[in-house]
Each structure stands twice: as C-alpha cells, then as structure tokens.
C-alpha cells in the first residue's frame, strides 16, 4: 500500500536551514504532487507549498517565498523541504502529503527552533 | 488569499447524535473543497473530497454537501472514534488554505 515516511525529528539554532525528506512507497511517484503542510503546536494546519515531480514545478505560500524550496528525486521517490532563516515560530510538525488534496500522508517530523 | 472560516470552533455531542459542521470561503471554490479529520499526535486523514464525495474507506456516516462558497460536513450518528478536529480545505485558488478547525468533543 501507499506509505509516505519521513525522516526524523530535529532540533535548530535560530537562522539556521532544516531539510525534511519523504519518501514514498507503494505507488508511482511522478503522478502525484507532494504538498507540504506544518502545524505548530497546538495550532491549525497551514500549506506550505506543492511539487508536481514530474515536472519539476513547485508553487509556494506567499508567506514562506524565498524561505521554502519543495524538490523531488524521482530515481529515489523522495520529496524534500527545505526551510531557511529559521526562527522560534518555525518551530512545528511538518508533514508530506501525496494528491490534492492530500490522500496519503507522512507521520510528521516535529522541527523544534530553539537557541 | 481565500479565507476559510469553520464554524463553530467546538462543538459538544452525544455519541449516536447527529454532528453538521460548517465551512465558508471568503470567495467561491467550485467544489474544490476537502474536509479532513485529525486525531491528536496523528496526521490528518482525508474524508471528503470534490465537496461530497468519500475518500476510499471513509463509512456512510460522513457526508459532505455544498459548493462555491458554503460546504458542510455531517457525521449522521457520532461513534466514539468521530470525536476529534475536522478541517476544510480549498484546492481551488492559490495558496491552497485550510479552516481553523472544529473539535468535535463528547458531550
């Protein structure tokens, strides 16, 4: 069956970059978008962005532009995101999810911002 | 962006009651509407997707209804694995938004 996995937990300074991986298993890859969507604690869900990996093409959240960068590896079905300049309200559990809407999703990696 | 306002924020049932929670846009999204249900230290699960159709393995007792800008979602008879934080989301307009979320609570 379709899974979505994620890579673990991390812990960053303030300014700092982070890298979220999810990889996915159980279905084809390409013919499905990977959206990112975070939720910090205690809070709502909020979409980050989406990448359509056979083409390539990512759209953003005004929001996170210029800070966000959504990629894929088609050769190892993983999408990655990758979140820059870091600060304390960054601090949350970021998810994968596969389709619009998201049919399929990762377990979370919690990314906590702390000095 | 378009806003998605869920109404209300916490809703109290019985277990076997009928639940009908509410979502409105701040301008039309067709029928490019999801609800998901969120239970906590879990990932959302998808519901309902086009407004009013059951994602795979979803039971009848979810349904959805609406388009452009009001959608509904009712849990005809609450089981005690319903209570939980529903949300909405638009698919229709960039950036895609979702609702602040009703908790659904045993009452």
């Known amino acids: 069956q379709v899974q979505l996995v994620q890579s673990g937990a991390e812990v960053k300074k303030p300014g700092s970059s982070v890298k979220v991986s999810c990889k996915a298993s159980?279905?084809?890859?390409?013919?499905?978008?990977i959206s990112w969507v975070r939720q910090a604690p205690g809070q709502g869900l909020e979409w980050m962005g989406r990448?359509?990996?056979?083409?390539?093409?990512?759209n953003y959240a005004q929001k996170f532009q210029g800070r966000v960068t959504i990629t894929a590896d088609k050769s190892t079905s993983t999408a990655y995101m990758e979140l820059s300049s870091l600060r304390s309200e960054d601090t949350a559990v970021y998810y994968c999810?596969?389709?619009?809407?998201?049919?399929?999703w990762g377990q979370g990696t919690l990314v906590t911002v702390s000095s | 962006e378009i806003v998605m306002t869920q109404s209300p924020a916490t809703l109290s049932v019985s277990p076997g009651e009928r639940a009908t929670l509410s979502c409105r846009a701040s301008?039309?999204?067709?029928?490019?509407l999801a609800w998901y249900q969120q239970k906590p230290g879990q990932a959302p699960r998808l519901l309902i997707y086009?407004?009013?159709t059951r994602a795979t393995g979803i039971p009848a007792r979810f349904s959805g209804s609406g388009s452009g800008t009001e959608f509904t979602l009712t849990i005809s008879s609450l089981q005690s694995e319903d209570f939980a934080v529903y949300y909405c989301?638009?698919?229709?307009?960039?950036?895609?938004?979702f609702g602040g979320g009703t908790k659904v609570e045993i009452k």
């Open positions: 999810a596969r389709g619009e809407p998201g049919d399929y």
């Open positions: 159980g279905g084809t890859f390409s013919s499905y978008t």
């Open positions: 990448i359509i990996p056979i083409l390539g093409i990512a």
């Open positions: 301008q039309s999204v067709s029928s490019n």
């Open positions: 086009g407004a009013s």
């Open positions: 989301q638009q698919y229709n307009n960039w950036p895609r938004t």
